[in-house]
């Protein structure tokens, strides 16, 4: 079994996460992560804090001279703007209120609704954890996952599909042809990390116009992988379903509110013979292989042997710098609601937190299915696993005879 939490505040000393559940014997060095943390820190329309967060990893535990030792992993990433809020979110006790309280409720956000439920008068008690910097730790946990999935060699990437009101044309859509590198070198190469230049453009204009009148964007982003092996995730228990946990994982990021396996939507809008991908008959006798993939790589709960195709969309963020009407729950009175520092719009950072939530959630499949306590342990079940399914495409090769 393979698990993961993560612990901090956005303003504390430091983001903290656990994952237990990993191989003996897997490389793994702080290098490896890096250009995943830097990803989460860019995209066109990100706040000022990114400038001043470094999101170095450092590993605490399980990992010994470059690899890791089947304990439990911790990774540290220090906040460095903690130095600049050890008045407010000093851990020890401090006399007198802290100076940056926060008391009108931004629509949209945690702060209401978490006031509420923790029985809290000063908001920043709420959205010290409610905030998208919690997500630091999920980018570097993903990436650990990622270094495990390349056991099997599978590859996770993502692309920004919209932002606001422009979105990648059908005709425009990344072609499944693209190999993983193509894919990821256009998407760095992009501010908005969409790899459609025109749209690009449009995308940044757009963002740039939402700054200007104070407002902010959301959007949706594509969560893609090579080509699974077929047999992750179950549909013999309802909380087996490799599709609903992808969702869910998707659904848990800051500010998603939906999510589309494959066509999604689209699906239902059409009849099931523009829909549904046909088998054909593939070379050696005995292999199936499929003439498209509408089902975005899952049928039944279950991998089928194509690349997962998922998406998943972001409601603009709530922190307007014209904002909202508000209340002060201090005098009940009417008020704008509270102005932090922020994002004007973080799609492009939130692609690659969900390539990270596909990464854990494709590990943990991977581990419930190959699992072992060495990386040649895990190799050894997955060679048979895959020997398996060679052995019942000759079953069909022999029965063609029969039949
Ligand atoms: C990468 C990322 C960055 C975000 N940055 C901000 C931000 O700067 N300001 C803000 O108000 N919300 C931001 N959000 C969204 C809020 O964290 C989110 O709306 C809030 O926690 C309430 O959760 P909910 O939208 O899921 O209901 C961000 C989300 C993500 C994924």
């Known amino acids: 079994m393979m698990r993961f939490m993560t612990a901090g505040e956005s303003h504390g000393p430091a983001l903290v996460g656990i994952i237990e559940g990993l191989p003996a014997g897997m490389d793994l060095t702080v290098d490896m992560l890096s250009l995943d943390m830097a990803r989460r820190k860019m995209g066109y329309g990100r706040g000022g804090r990114m400038k001043i967060e470094s999101d170095e990893v450092r590993f605490l535990t399980g990992v010994r001279r470059g690899k890791t030792l089947g304990s439990p992993v911790t990774i540290l990433i220090e906040n460095r703007d903690f130095k600049n809020w050890l008045e407010d979110m000093d851990p020890g006790p401090r006399e007198g209120p802290p100076g940056r309280g926060v008391f009108t409720p931004r629509p949209g956000h945690a702060d209401y609704a978490g006031a509420v439920k923790y029985f809290q008068r000063d908001l920043r008690n709420v959205l010290e954890r409610a905030s998208a910097r919690e997500t630091a730790t999920r980018v570097a946990l993903g990436a650990i996952a990622r270094q495990y999935l390349r056991i099997f060699g599978i590859e996770v990437a993502s692309f920004v599909v919209r932002i606001g009101p422009v979105e990648i044309g059908e005709g425009s859509i990344p072609p499944s042809s693209w190999s993983m590198d193509e894919l990821r070198e256009k998407v760095l190469a992009s501010e908005v990390f969409c790899p459609v230049p025109d749209q690009e453009k449009e995308m940044i204009e757009a963002i740039r116009s939402a700054k200007k009148s104070g407002d902010t964007l959301g959007g949706v982003f594509e969560v893609r992988t090579t080509p699974l092996p077929v047999g992750l995730g179950s549909y013999v228990q309802w909380d087996r379903r490799l599709d609903a946990e992808l969702a869910r994982s998707l659904m848990s990021i800051q500010a998603i509110k939906g999510v589309e396996v494959g066509l999604g939507f689209e699906a239902s809008r059409r009849?099931?013979?523009?829909?549904?991908?046909?088998?054909?008959?593939?070379?050696?006798?005995?292999?199936?292989?499929?003439?498209?993939?509408?089902?975005?790589?899952?049928?039944?709960?279950?991998?089928?042997?194509?690349?997962?195709?998922?998406?998943?969309?972001?409601?603009?963020?709530?922190?307007?710098?014209?904002?909202?009407?508000?209340?002060?729950?201090?005098?009940?009175?009417?008020?704008?609601?509270?102005?932090?520092?922020?994002?004007?719009?973080?799609?492009?950072?939130?692609?690659?937190?969900?390539?990270?939530?596909?990464?854990?959630?494709?590990?943990?499949?991977?581990?419930?299915?190959?699992?072992?306590?060495?990386?040649?342990?895990?190799?050894?079940?997955?060679?048979?696993?895959?020997?398996?399914?060679?052995?019942?495409?000759?079953?069909?090769?022999?029965?063609?005879?029969?039949?």
């Open 271 to 403: 009849p099931g013979s523009a829909v549904h991908d046909p088998f054909v008959p593939g070379n050696p006798r005995g292999v199936l292989e499929r003439t498209r993939n509408h089902a975005g790589g899952l049928e039944g709960g279950v991998t089928n042997g194509q690349p997962l195709q998922i998406r998943a969309a972001m409601k603009p963020i709530s922190t307007l710098y014209s904002p909202l009407p508000s209340v002060d729950i201090r005098t009940g009175e009417p008020s704008p609601a509270t102005v932090e520092r922020s994002d004007i719009c973080a799609v492009p950072a939130a692609s690659v937190v969900g390539e990270a939530m596909v990464c854990l959630v494709l590990a943990q499949a991977a581990c419930e299915k190959y699992g072992g306590d060495s990386v040649d342990e895990v190799l050894g079940h997955f060679r048979e696993t895959s020997e398996q399914k060679i052995r019942w495409e000759r079953t069909l090769e022999g029965d063609g005879k029969q039949h």
